[in-house]
Every structure is written in C-alpha cells, then in structure tokens.
C-alpha cells in the first residue's frame, strides 16, 4: 500500500503543482504546498518555511534563490483584493520544508519518502555518469542538449516565433 500512496504523491501531490517560469526553470508555491502536506494556516506553515531557511543558509545556500519572496493580489468575498505573502520554491526550496514539516501528517510522511527516493535515484544517476568514458559523456550530453534545444525551439513555436535563426543567435 506505501507504493501505491507514494507513486499517487509523486503524480498527483508534487508534481501537479508544479510550475515552470519563462526560462524554463520549475517552481513551486509556498501556499500551494502548504495545502498539499495538509496545512491549513499559513501562520503553522511559515514556521515550517522559517526553519528549512535556517536549514538551507546553515548550508551554505543562498536562500534568497531557493526562497524567492513574492506577493500575491488575492480576491476575497465581496470582491475586495487583498495582498498576501508567498514563496517562489525551488526543489530543494521543497525538500527542505518537507523535511521540516510534521511527520505525523500522513501526506507529510509519503513527501519525506518521495524526497528520499528521488534524491537516491539522482545519487545513482550522478555515478553511472561518473563511470562513462569521456566520448560517452560527450555523446550524452550532447543528446540532452539536443532534446532541451527541441523544447525550447517547441516553445518559441507555440509563442510565435517565426524567424528561428535570428532566435537562435539572440540565445
């Protein structure tokens, strides 16, 4: 049953509210994580926040960049906008508040094993690279840069953009 929770966190807890900015960077939202580990005030969930800070700088991290500070115009009731805090999150930016959360709330448990899980397979990944000869890195890299170079061309497509060398040469 613990498989089955986790791979429905991985596809439908994390990954759904995952964003992707303009550069083609992922982010998450504080306050949409907040509702996903099960946290209901963001008063408990800022806490939370405050101590994987301390984590992250502790590190050695900047955590300005893991952490970014964003304000958002919210709507409420009788239409009246007010503006409320939020966090621009990187992955480790998550690990981080995952590992800090509370580990008693189930979905909070299921994140700090997806988390261990993800970072192992990362760990294997990074030492089969290591064992490549210098060729077959090349060739692997060349391979990503080729798929990422076919998203990014797919994405300026969809945007509009028609004069593809001119593009290319502006970066």
């Not at 439908?12 to 099960?38: P, Q, S, V």
Request: hydrophobic residues 35%.
């Amino acid at each position: 049953m613990m498989k089955n929770e986790l791979e429905k966190y991985q596809e439908k807890t994390f990954e759904d509210i995952k964003h992707i900015d303009e550069n083609g960077n992922e982010y998450w939202e504080a306050r949409e994580l907040m509702k996903a580990l099960g946290y209901s005030k963001w008063e408990n969930f800022k806490k939370v926040i405050d101590k994987a800070k301390i984590t992250c700088k502790i590190s050695n991290n900047d955590f300005a960049e893991h952490f970014a500070d964003v304000r958002k115009v919210l709507t409420v009731g009788n239409n009246a906008e007010i503006i409320i805090d939020d966090y621009q999150l990187t992955r480790y930016a998550c690990y981080l508040i995952v590992q800090n959360a509370d580990p008693r709330k189930n979905i909070v448990a299921l994140g700090q094993t997806y988390f261990a899980v993800q970072t192992r397979k990362m760990e294997l990944t990074e030492k089969e690279f290591s064992k490549l000869s210098e060729n077959e890195k090349r060739l692997y890299t060349r391979i990503s840069v080729k798929n990422k170079n076919k998203y990014l061309f797919d994405t300026a497509k969809n945007a509009g953009v028609q004069n593809f060398g001119k593009f290319n040469d502006y970066g």
